[in-house]
């Protein structure tokens, strides 16, 4: 509850990178940013005063002459500037950078907290995780995650709250993906018929900018896998990775060698519609039992299972009802009994996602101080 | 982040107190408990050695010979004791009583953090409201009440973590009441038909221990009154108390003045048949327009407007298809847009309203340490 003052690192200045500057940039009493990088350039405060500080603006901050300006910085070297800012520091990674995610045991050791919605070091090999969370446990730095899943919605912390006052969480499902929500919700709403065809669905969501550049980065499944993997894992199951259980791709198997390039989206997007029948049947055959298809997510923790795919629901359930891109997350416990706790609301976009940023940030310097 | 030993002070042995006093058992590195109160005896580790702690069970440390035991302490008395503490200290009281919660200021200044579940120092007069949390910017002490809305349902930290990372909260609207929530969803189901009287379920409803002993404390409304007040406090409006807006009282003004007595209650449940047509009518009327009846509140910020009372929702909303005794609270936002932010689930009992305390307990520890 002292007062000291505490240094601020941020890499990525995306579409959340962006957003989260814009809300730091707004925050009383915000710490001083020193360090301030995109892919292809970092800017600095000068050392050893760690001074002037940065403005929260990639356009004003690059115009700034008194700001020191570089390549992309090592990991190694993000360490050593931070750890030697007088006084407490913290990394906001807002990048989706594997490389920057594995380095975060380095700088929790050194006694740089970190603050990210990059789920690669949670999600990839459970060595990284157990490296992240022993590095923490040491003392010297602490490490918030919570938008890497459901973005801004209080997900992570409220599994950990279950967890750390000792209910039983026995199953957690729900629907994880923005952009597979809305595929769906589209496809097969729950009132009224639709008679869009699966592919074209698909080609408006990409219109809209819902989907990933290329699409198949969210048909595959594997955003998804990669946020039940986080979940599994703070609910006590040692899941080696997000390819360690069975996740159902909707990328049919004849378009999956298609380049990752523009040329092969393009070819993607053209071939999709040979597939439609298929996503057609699916659809109907719910239909005949009054469902609807929902592509989810779940972990049962009993049965140690985790897995990814196509289910069908009841259309009044809550998952049939969904609008919008909007994701849902049931927690199953022994305290909550039948009737689960669950929050629902939009699961990405880049204010909302910068939003559980921002506020595990807040956090993290309540605790600093 | 350093390792300062903790004392703590607990209040209050009824179903929340004691399902608390449970999960802080299970706690690992649990503060010290030095004193522990129900109405009519308090148990204290024998200053100035603060030591030996209280075992977190009310049967076990009250037959425990080495503590000093004593009748109720004022809250100057409790304040005395702890702030004398060879180290920082917390009260967690889980009553519901008045005068210990305005004297909230007091401990806070004295440097005693608060963590609680009662309702009544953030919803009775809005200048307790406000000497509270002055009393914690001076920054000696912490105050965390995440179970006065909701039980351990994520809504205070949720509400602040939109607030605090500038979002504009515009409407927040729910069913805040396990009892009412009951009683409607079992009186007027969204499916199916119901025949029961509102006096049967009402009646049925005590039975099950689902309501206060006397059901008109549940009926009058005014528990949702004070959630909806601290809720619009939060969200930045001033209301002066529970009852400056206007709140919808479901018992028949021709029973509300029959005493609070157990054969007041008896009278009270006798005579609320001759009602049931009032009841049945507003349930009919809904149904007519394909809806369901339902008692919830609202904050409407920009008009600065809380209310509290029956209304009228489509059959397919998420407030009509609620089940069992549910809370479901709707966050309307500039960032969450057309689709809000929703958290659901038991928003009633003792384990889970622990849950709430405990989990704030456990941040006050992180923070304080």
Redesign the interface.
């Known amino acids: ?1 002292s007062s000291k003052p505490i240094y601020l690192g941020v890499i990525g200045v995306g579409g959340v990178g962006t957003a989260f500057l814009n ?1 730091l940039a ?2 009383p009493n915000a710490p001083s940013l020193v360090l301030l990088a995109r892919s292809s350039q970092t800017l600095t405060s000068p050392a050893p005063a760690y001074s002037p500080a940065i403005p929260a603006d990639w356009q004003t901050a690059s115009a700034n002459p008194s700001l020191t300006k570089s390549g992309p910085l090592s990991p190694p070297e993000i360490v050593s500037y931070l750890s030697s800012a007088p006084g407490r520091s913290v990394l906001v990674d807002n990048t989706s950078d594997p490389a920057l995610a594995s380095a975060y045991p380095l700088f929790l050791r050194a006694g740089i907290s970190i603050v990210t919605p990059n789920k690669k070091a949670f999600s990839s090999d459970l060595s990284l995780w157990k490296d992240i969370f022993a590095a923490a446990a040491e ?2 730095a602490l490490v918030y995650h919570e938008s890497t899943v459901g973005a ?3 997900v992570i ?2 599994l950990r ?2 967890v ?4 039983e969480v026995t199953r957690i499902e729900g629907v994880f993906s923005g952009t597979l929500s809305f595929l769906f919700n589209t496809f097969a709403p ?2 009224g018929s639709s008679s869009a065809k699966w592919s074209e669905v698909v080609t408006q969501a990409k219109q809209l900018g819902y989907t990933e550049p290329d699409p198949r980065d969210d048909l595959n499944g594997m955003d998804v896998a990669r946020k039940l993997t986080i979940l599994a894992r703070i609910a006590g199951l040692e899941v080696q990775s997000p390819d360690s259980f069975p996740v159902e791709s909707l990328i049919p198997a004849e378009l999956a060698s298609l380049p990752a390039t523009p040329d092969g989206v393009s070819q993607f997007l053209a071939r999709l519609p040979e597939f439609d029948g298929q996503m057609a049947a699916l659809k109907e055959q719910a239909e005949k039992a009054g469902k609807v298809v929902r592509y989810v997510g779940s972990v049962d923790v009993g049965k140690k299972e985790v897995k990814v795919g196509l289910q069908q629901f009841d259309k ?1 359930s ?1 998952i049939a ?1 969904l ?2 891109s ?1 994701n849902i997350i049931s927690f199953y416990t022994k ?12 699961g990405a ?1 880049g ?2 996602t ?2 559980g940023v ?2 595990d940030l ?1 956090k993290v310097l ?3 101080q």
Chains 1, 2 share one sequence.
């Open positions: 509850m809300q707004r925050l003392g010297k801004g919605l209080p912390s409220t709250d279950l750390a006052t000792g209910d729950v009132s009044d809550a009802g609008k919008g909007d305290r909550y009994g039948s009737n689960p706790l669950i929050i629902q609301g939009a976009g204010d909302v910068a939003m921002t506020a807040i309540e605790r600093l």
